[in-house]
């Protein structure tokens, strides 16, 4: 650079806040491997808390490719770093002071573990795998040297036991708990513990079925003040979920004794939902989408595999002012929801629209959607392979009128696309993928 009055001036002279404006266009593993590197002054930088809070780092095992913060790979992604094996994240371990995520996809020895938390100070999403060997005084451990743990993705065998609740209880800013599956058996999780002693937690996530019915209720009675987004397995017996006045997120997986009466109860006590996801609720009928209207605020609503829905169903979504995206996916008969299906036009808002593995898709008024649906932005079909030609023709005629259109489509497999080793001509050793 060359200053106004002549004297040349390199970018050691340019004050911190413009240098790292610059480095805020590096990613992760240039911050790592060169930044660092170069000065005292660019790597103390280069640990700025600024330039860390989207950063993701990712351990991953040897046979498998990682994904990333943003879903992409993550050797095409600037805010993640992937490493396999346990030399390159020791190496690097000591480098990311200000690191906010942590993603655990393979276990690892627990001095590796206990380097990273010890140089991680600041983390504040972490993930543990299922294989990972957890001892009490690890875990422990961790925490002690992890304490801004906002969001925590576990074992469901871990929270079976008391004493390791507790010491997830100790996190004070815990908001976001996630328990996956890890092994039959583990015994229930202790909700009851949790709701207690964690005030901050407002989103919880069980996509696991052990824990107490009671509990799951007393759990989310004791958060109904504080509690925005729940993923419940629906196994509850008739219970209905109640007033919920800060819910924004609601998905109940699987659940296929879901009574119409439920969801109204829901549709009445959880004004500010946006999310609301009844996946394989084959009890539902058209009667529990009566009062759906009431969600103003929704966003997002999933029926997908909702196969008792029938002829109004549609017509009660189209309410739903707000509604930006909808899927119907696996219904095996979209004709099944005439004559409401037309109603899907009526939703101005709506940016997506997917019905990815449902059967009959000619019951869907494409041909209007360019005039109807302004806004829409993705279509997600299936379609029968003996009809390919006849729907490359529809939506390339819909994108050629609504040109910011994505549409991902697909076709339906056969057993004629499956041939066996004994079907084929081939006598080479290529490996056929199925």
């Given at each position: 650079?060359?200053?106004?009055?002549?004297?040349?001036?390199?970018?050691?002279?340019?004050?911190d806040?413009?240098?790292?404006?610059?480095?805020?266009?590096?990613?992760?593993?240039?911050?790592?491997?060169?930044?660092?590197?170069?000065?005292?002054?660019w790597?103390?930088l280069?640990?700025?808390?600024?330039?860390?809070?989207?950063?993701?780092?990712?351990?991953?095992?040897?046979?498998?490719?990682?994904r990333?913060?943003?879903?992409?790979?993550?050797?095409?992604?600037?805010?993640?770093?992937?490493?396999?094996?346990?030399?390159?994240?020791?190496?690097?371990?000591?480098?990311?002071?200000?690191?906010?995520?942590?993603?655990?996809?393979?276990g690892?020895?627990?001095?590796?573990?206990?380097?990273?938390?010890?140089?991680?100070?600041?983390?504040?999403?972490?993930?543990?795998?299922g294989?990972?060997?957890?001892?009490?005084?690890?875990?422990?451990?961790?925490?002690?040297?992890?304490?801004k743990?906002?969001?925590?993705?576990?074992?469901?065998?871990?929270?079976?036991?008391?004493?390791?609740?507790?010491?997830?209880?100790?996190?004070?800013?815990?908001?976001?708990?996630?328990?996956?599956?890890?092994?039959?058996?583990?015994?229930?999780?202790?909700?009851?513990?949790?709701?207690?002693?964690?005030?901050?937690l407002?989103?919880?996530?069980?996509?696991?079925?052990?824990?107490?019915?009671?509990?799951?209720?007393?759990f989310?009675?004791?958060?109904?003040?504080?509690?925005?987004?729940a993923?419940?397995?629906?196994?509850?017996?008739g219970?209905?979920?109640?007033?919920?006045?800060l819910?924004?997120?609601?998905d109940?997986?699987?659940?296929?004794?879901?009574?119409?009466?439920?969801?109204?109860?829901?549709?009445?006590?959880?004004?500010?939902?946006?999310?609301?996801?009844?996946?394989?609720?084959t009890?539902?009928?058209?009667?529990a989408?009566?009062?759906?209207h009431?969600?103003?605020?929704?966003?997002?609503?999933?029926?997908?595999?909702?196969?008792?829905?029938?002829?109004?169903?549609?017509?009660h979504?189209?309410?739903?002012a707000?509604?930006?995206?909808?899927?119907?996916?696996?219904i095996?008969?979209?004709?099944?929801?005439?004559?409401?299906?037309?109603?899907?036009?009526?939703?101005?808002?709506?940016?997506?629209?997917?019905?990815?593995?449902?059967?009959?898709?000619?019951a869907?008024?494409?041909?209007?959607?360019?005039?109807?649906?302004?806004?829409?932005?993705?279509?997600?079909?299936?379609?029968?392979?003996?009809?390919?030609?006849?729907?490359?023709?529809?939506?390339?005629?819909?994108?050629?009128?609504?040109?910011?259109?994505?549409?991902?489509?697909?076709?339906?497999?056969?057993?004629?696309?499956?041939?066996?080793?004994?079907e084929?001509?081939?006598?080479?050793?290529?490996?056929?993928?199925?």
């Open positions: 650079m060359v200053a106004g009055d002549g004297q040349g001036k390199n970018i050691d002279d340019l004050p806040e413009i240098i790292l404006d610059v480095f805020s266009f590096f990613s992760f593993n240039e911050l790592i491997d060169i930044l660092q590197n170069v000065c005292v002054r790597k103390r280069a640990h700025d808390p600024v330039l860390w809070r989207d950063k993701e780092y990712i351990i991953r095992g040897r046979a498998q490719n990682g990333s913060c943003c879903g992409v790979t993550c050797s095409e992604c600037a805010h993640c770093r992937c490493e396999k094996t346990d030399r390159e994240v020791l190496r690097t371990a000591g480098m990311m002071p200000q690191l906010r995520t942590l993603t655990m996809m393979r690892t020895r627990a001095r590796i573990l206990r380097k990273i938390c010890r140089n991680c100070p600041n983390l504040t999403t972490l993930q543990l795998h294989c990972q060997k957890m001892n009490y005084s690890l875990l422990k451990y961790i925490f002690e040297k992890c304490p743990i906002e969001k925590l993705i576990i074992a469901n065998n871990l929270l079976a036991d008391r004493q390791y609740a507790e010491l997830v209880s100790r996190l004070e800013h815990l908001q976001s708990l996630e328990v996956f599956e890890n092994r039959r058996g583990a015994g229930p999780v202790v909700l009851r513990f949790l709701a207690a002693t964690c005030s901050k407002r989103e919880i996530n069980l996509s696991c079925d052990y824990h107490p019915l009671e509990d799951v209720e007393y989310v009675k004791a958060k109904r003040d504080t509690l925005t987004s993923t419940v397995r629906w196994t509850m017996a219970k209905r979920p109640g007033c919920l006045p819910l924004q997120k609601l109940l997986p699987h659940a296929t004794d879901l009574p119409d009466d439920a969801v109204v109860t829901i549709s009445r006590g959880c004004p500010p939902l946006r999310h609301l996801s009844l996946t394989f609720a009890s539902l009928t058209d009667g989408l009566a009062e759906i009431r969600l103003k605020h929704l966003q997002i609503l999933d029926l997908s595999g909702c196969s008792g829905l029938g002829g109004s169903a549609v017509a979504v189209a309410q739903l707000a509604l930006c995206t909808l899927l119907l996916q696996y095996d008969d979209l004709t099944e929801l005439q004559p409401s299906l037309r109603h899907v036009l009526d939703l101005k808002q709506l940016r997506c629209l997917d019905i990815l593995y449902s059967g009959h898709i000619r869907v008024a494409f041909e209007e959607f360019s005039v109807r649906l302004v806004n829409l932005r993705e279509l997600h079909v299936t379609y029968e392979e003996e009809d390919e030609v006849f729907y490359k023709n529809v939506f390339a005629e819909m994108q050629s009128q609504m040109p910011r259109l994505r549409i991902i489509n697909t076709f339906r497999w056969t057993e004629n696309d499956f041939l066996t080793d004994y084929t001509d081939d006598d080479d050793d290529t490996d056929i993928g199925y």
